[in-house]
């Protein structure tokens, strides 16, 4: 059986670095993503890229290491190595998002990857296991919301996620509004180890002043270390962002959500320290562009890229590579008939 299997990117409006913590993310699936066209049955996955000069080429069953695989073929064999498939499949990715900008190509891959393999839960499932093979592929220990952004996207809608009890809410982004991803052109090479490093500081706070999500502001700035009360600040307080981030976008206040995006670039710079001079640079270009109503870095940081709410039309070009993006319905999977068109 041939199927056809979709899954988008993301981009986080607000809410970075607090999923690991248990804390608020509103990422919004975006309408560039990862189409795997799959014909069902046998024993390996055998995937081509047009991205990419290597195969994918994955026994099931296999006891290696997904680390042990070379680039993009990593998240193919942490997807089977996680989902365990009872068939495998031969067939062609290709992908409409940038590759390792900071839209989430690999969640999207690995989501996909687990749709065209007949994978059969709920979307936070799907989730759940593209999380988990993103970190056996990379090592790096992330939080849920990249895969659950791309699982659960809902048309015309971000998604405010408790990322306690993995709650997804739909929050409509106003008409009047556009959203722009600009690429700072920085490649985020050392993100791992001070992904890691981060976490692990948040993990140490929590263990002095409990679970971030519920930690009072008074508490953080009782913390002794200054590393762990400004990264407990950030978290807190970026918490606090998001939750009002929803509010503004539910009023329609796109500039009052603006504001916020502009105050949660300063934690993430200031108190986080994910931020880099490329990436200060980029936002302080697009907030003195005229129709920006806020801009910050999204995703990791550590260079990657920015995302801008700005009124329709506002040409950022200036400041970088841009992509135009549209809050997009998450993953989906559909049979194609011999003809080549959707069953
Ligand atoms: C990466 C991770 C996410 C999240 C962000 C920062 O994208 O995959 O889980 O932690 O960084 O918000």
């Known amino acids: ?61 296999s006891e290696r290491d997904p680390r042990e695989w070379r680039g993009w073929a990593r998240y193919v064999a942490g997807v089977v190595d996680v989902m365990q498939p009872g068939a495998g499949g031969v067939g062609v990715v290709t992908t409409t998002l940038p590759v390792g900008a900071g839209l989430s190509s690999s969640a999207a891959l690995e989501v996909s990857v687990a749709l065209a393999l007949d994978f059969g839960g709920s979307a936070l499932d799907l989730a759940l296991v593209c999380q988990e093979a993103e970190q056996r592929a990379s090592g790096v220990p992330c939080g849920i919301m990249d895969q659950l952004a791309s699982a659960a996207g809902v048309e015309g809608h971000a998604l405010l996620i408790d990322c306690t009890s993995l709650e997804v809410t739909p929050v409509p982004v106003p008409d009047d509004v556009e959203v722009v991803v600009v690429d700072s052109g920085q490649r985020r090479e050392l993100a791992r180890s001070h992904y890691g490093v981060r976490r692990a500081q948040c993990e140490e706070a929590a263990a002095i002043v409990g679970p971030l999500r519920q930690a009072s502001l008074a508490a953080v700035e009782r ?118 068109r959707f069953a």
């Not at 913590?21 to 560039?32: H, K, N, Q, R, S």
């Not at 990862?34 to 099931?60: H, K």
Request: one cysteine or more; glycine letters at 12%.
């Open 1 to 61: 059986m041939k199927v056809r299997a979709w899954a988008p990117g993301r981009v986080n409006l607000i809410g970075d670095h607090t999923d690991y913590t248990g804390g608020l993310v509103l990422p919004m699936a975006v309408d560039l993503g990862t189409t795997v066209e799959l014909e069902r049955g046998g024993p390996w996955v055998e995937l081509v890229s047009t991205e990419e000069p290597e195969p994918a080429f994955v026994v099931l069953g």
């Open 223 to 340: 913390l002794e270390r200054d590393d762990l009360r400004r990264r407990a600040r950030h978290v807190v307080t970026e918490n606090a962002r998001v939750a009002a981030f929803a509010d503004a976008l539910r009023a329609g206040d796109a500039a009052g959500a603006g504001a916020l995006m502009v105050e949660s670039h300063a934690s993430l710079r200031d108190d986080f320290e994910v931020s880099t001079p490329a990436l200060d640079r980029l936002v302080e270009s697009l907030l003195a562009t005229p129709g920006v109503l806020g801009a910050r870095l999204t995703g990791a940081g550590f260079g990657g890229c920015t995302v801008a709410l700005v009124r329709p039309g506002t040409d950022v070009s200036a400041s970088g590579p841009v992509w135009r993006v549209r809050p997009s319905a998450g993953a989906r999977v559909e049979v194609v008939n011999p003809s080549g």
